[in-house]
């Protein structure tokens, strides 16, 4: 059951899906200097933004400025969402060579996103992942909802892999699954997985988005992972939450998701206790204690009781 091989990528969205939905806009340097924590942290894809409207997000409107002051890290990956074109053309103007697009499985969660059913947004996306690729860009094409809705309840898996095949047969480098209220659990994300797996080209990656809402973030992580899924969304803090979803909560704590994987011997070239400073860092810009586990901890010893304070 738990014979898994291979390293793991993670890829730290506290700066887009994070902080997307936060009241509080953080500046350009604090930005830049999380970006530089989870740089020396040795995280090595990190997702600086979404080049979406200011309107709808305003904590995204600095996104095309914080790329271009960016100082890269050699090994490190920047990537950003785009949802159209206009996207696409925001991140090509600022060099981006590594994009996440992506529709959504759920008419009512797409129409409150996007105000189109997920026909339409099918149909608008694949120009913009077509031309992504054109020009050389690394394209990962994501579906939303595809785990459970926080609207509609499930989603018919067989939405979610013909989206997949889609996808694959544009020729895009990797399929991120999304949880995006947080609903599925280890059982559904294996099977859904492992369909997509049997359904898309051999070499495109697959990835995992996933949220915390009922407490089984880390649990369907290991699903993934059993499922032969070797990258997986995270943000430090355990911080996140969709903007367009009601009382789903945050991502999957970057901490939390490379500690497991630590104990279980799967390297991520992460370490877990140089993400502590940043987290409290994040608590106090934001005046609240974040969900994350780990980053509250000093050691993993700390977990165990002291002598005769529990049966």
Not at 34 to 40: G, P
Not at 137 to 158: K, M, N, T, W, Y
Request: some cysteine; hydrophobic content about 40%.
């Amino acid at each position: 059951m738990y014979n898994i091989t291979g390293d793991v990528l993670i890829e730290d969205e506290f700066l887009r899906d994070g902080l997307q939905n936060e009241k509080r806009i953080f500046s350009m340097d604090e930005k830049l200097s999380f970006i530089a924590d989870l740089e020396n942290a040795g995280v090595k894809r990190i997702q600086v933004g979404s080049f979406v409207h200011p309107k709808w997000v305003p904590t995204m409107a600095d996104t095309d400025e914080l790329f271009t002051r960016i100082n890269p890290t050699d090994g490190v990956t920047y990537t950003a969402l785009i949802l159209n074109k206009a996207g696409l053309d925001r991140a090509m103007a600022v060099g981006v060579k590594h994009l996440s697009m992506s529709v959504s499985a759920s008419e009512t969660h797409s129409m409150k996103n996007l105000n189109r059913t997920v026909a339409e947004a099918r149909t608008k996306m694949m120009p913009t992942i077509e031309k992504a690729l054109e020009e050389g860009i690394q394209v990962r094409a994501g579906i939303q909802s595809a785990l459970g809705c926080g609207f509609e309840g499930a989603i018919d898996p067989a939405v979610v892999v013909d989206i997949a095949r889609d996808y694959s047969d544009a020729g895009v480098h990797e399929i991120n699954i999304a949880d995006t209220s947080g609903l599925s659990n280890p059982k559904a994300v294996y099977e859904l997985c492992s369909a997509v797996r049997d359904a898309v080209r051999p070499d495109v990656s697959l990835s995992l988005h996933l949220h915390d809402t009922r407490g089984m973030g880390i649990a369907n992580m290991i699903a993934g992972l059993q499922a032969g899924v070797r990258i997986f969304d995270a943000a430090l803090g355990g911080l996140g939450g969709c903007p367009f979803v009601p009382k789903a909560t945050g991502n999957i704590a970057t901490e939390d998701a490379v500690f497991t994987l630590s104990e279980m011997g799967i390297e991520t070239g992460i370490d877990w206790r140089a993400l502590k400073p940043s987290v409290a860092r994040a608590e106090a810009l934001l005046d609240r204690r974040l969900p994350g586990r780990m980053g509250h901890i000093n050691q993993p010893g700390d977990l165990l009781p002291t002598e005769g304070a529990c049966a």
